[in-house]
């Protein structure tokens, strides 16, 4: 009864101050502050907050009716909640955050950043999931952050980004990270202003460099290396494939370990060699060593400048030569040879200037779309064939073989030689394109030929037409000799009867002078 009262009467004063100016506790008498309904003060002591086990994040059964802004200590784990500060926020119990708690509700920023020194630089989460990271270019301290580990790192004082896994100083060191870089994956360095690199252990040390992929490094200014093991050292060089290189200044290598050092060249495939200035190699194991040459195939060689090789097993090692085919090779100046693939022996060349080529089985050229006029070597052939065949021809029309021996006749036939060739070298025999024409050159349907060329063919025919002419002639000649034969032996037999008769008749005249003179002399 005792003790109650003097409570009662602490009670009814403290209600009393709290109306008038606000309650202070404190054990100096000083006076609440004017600001606060209550000011508790002490030096060694604090406040202690009630304590329940509140079973969830909506719990309103174990306070009943709780008020926005009612603070407790929750001792329990449950319903999402663990031991800590809460108080009421209209329906749901919120925590005051303390270190490593779980956000029991959506976080906002409310325009602020997230910031390291409480400036207006870090992280800023706008609407919409907008995150922006902002800070101040070629401004504050150097990165630096060591260990093993995957990291995301955003460092503003070079404006450079990366996120991935490394196992050493790679990002620790301000010098090997580039102004505007872009660093991704396990162990990727972009160590050039500008550049890029992504992919295991890859590589961009220079300006402008992209390197992407396993093991990639782009060394020169503005070049490109994508893929495995790919490396582009040259300015503004492109670098693709596995294990490439382009060594050459805007050269491209793509392929499997294909190389180029000329400027300018491209190689491609596998094992290509673009040695040359703008150079092109492409296939397996094709090498193009003189400027501005090409080789494509498989073991091919363009060896000297403005060379040309394709197919396999081929070598142009002439400048401005051409080898095509299989097993062909030319080393001679502007010489050109094409093979088939019936052998692998080696066919080459044997001048400056030459065209060789080997056919196993022959060649066929025509000179009309439906391929029924032209001409043919035959496999194992030495000598152009002419296409003849019947079935082939039309609008045949017979020749006055006697008139073609005449004009024949009229044609000067002489020895010459072609304007601006050495005359003690190069001598012909023949008629004039002119006089041949003159003489030949139309029948009852059309023109035959022209008169500055004479087609090999009408050759051979009008030569025909003259043998088959003379062979008449012969063997009218032939009829007429034997005629005249058998005349000449009735003739002879004639005669040889004629001496016997005159034989004859002078054994009679013989015996009659014999008689003649016996009997004169019987007179006498």
Avoid at 212 to 218: C, P
Avoid at 225 to 241: K, P
Avoid at 288 to 301: F, H, I, L
């Amino acid at each position: 009864m005792y003790r109650i009262l003097p409570l009662t009467i602490l009670c009814c004063l403290l209600v009393f101050l709290a109306r008038s100016q606000g309650v202070a506790i404190n054990s100096d008498g000083s006076a609440p502050d004017t600001s606060a309904m209550l000011d508790v003060k002490s030096s060694n002591k604090g406040v202690l907050i009630p304590r329940l086990a509140l079973t969830g994040i909506h719990d309103s059964a174990t306070i009943r009716f709780p008020k926005t802004s009612l603070l407790v200590y929750n001792t329990a784990t449950a319903g999402g909640l663990t031991p800590g500060f809460y108080y009421w926020n209209v329906n749901t119990w919120a925590s005051f955050g303390a270190f490593n708690d779980v956000l029991q509700q959506n976080l906002n920023t409310n325009g602020k950043y997230l910031s390291g020194d409480g400036g207006n630089n870090g992280l800023f989460l706008d609407s919409n999931g907008i995150v922006l990271g902002k800070g101040v270019f070629e401004s504050g301290k150097d990165f630096k952050d060591t260990g093993t580990g995957a990291k995301l790192i955003w460092y503003p004082k070079k404006a450079a980004f990366m996120a991935g896994y490394v196992e050493g100083n790679e990002w620790n060191d301000a010098n090997n990270i580039g102004e505007y870089s872009i660093a991704l994956g396990d162990g990727a360095e972009a160590r050039g202003n500008s550049a890029t690199a992504i992919g295991p252990s890859s590589d961009a040390p220079a300006e402008s460099s992209v390197a992407i992929g396993e093991y990639t490094t782009a060394i020169g200014m503005g070049s490109t290396a994508l893929g495995n093991n790919a490396l582009a050292s040259g300015v503004t060089s492109l670098a693709l494939g596995e294990g490439t290189h382009a060594a050459g200044a805007s050269s491209v290598s793509m392929g499997s370990a294909t190389y180029t050092s000329g400027q300018y060249s491209t190689a491609m495939g596998r094992f290509s060699n673009a040695l040359g200035y703008s150079s092109t190699a492409m296939g397996y194991n094709t090498y193009a060593n003189g400027d501005y040459s090409t080789t494509m195939g498989n073991n091919c060689t363009a060896g000297k400048v403005n060379s040309f090789a394709a197919g396999d097993s081929v070598n142009a090692l002439g400048a401005n030569s051409f080898a095509l085919g299989s097993y062909v090779t030319t080393n001679y100046l502007g010489s050109f040879i094409i093979g088939d693939r019936s052998t692998t022996n080696i066919a080459t060349s044997n001048s400056t200037n030459q065209m060789t080529m080997r056919f196993d089985n022959g060649y066929r050229l025509f000179t009309n779309s439906t391929t029924t006029v032209g001409v043919m070597l035959a496999g194992g052939g030495n000598a152009w064939s002419t296409i003849s065949d019947v079935h082939k021809k039309e609008n045949f029309e017979p020749v006055d073989e006697e008139e073609f021996l005449q004009k024949w006749r009229s044609i000067p036939l002489t020895t010459w030689n072609y304007k601006g060739q050495d005359p003690s070298r190069y001598r012909h025999y023949g008629p004039m394109a002119q006089d041949f024409y003159k003489a030949f050159g139309q029948d009852q349907y059309g023109t035959i030929g022209n008169d500055t060329t004479i087609n090999q063919a009408d050759f051979d025919g009008i030569n025909f037409i003259g043998i088959q002419a003379l062979e008449h002639r012969t063997s009218e000649l032939k009829d007429e000799n034997a005629r005249l034969k058998k005349a000449i032996e009735l003739l002879q037999a004639d005669l040889t009867s004629r001496d016997r008769d005159v034989q004859q008749l002078k054994e009679q005249l013989d015996n009659l002078t014999k008689l003649v003179t016996t009997l004169s002399a019987s007179n006498k």
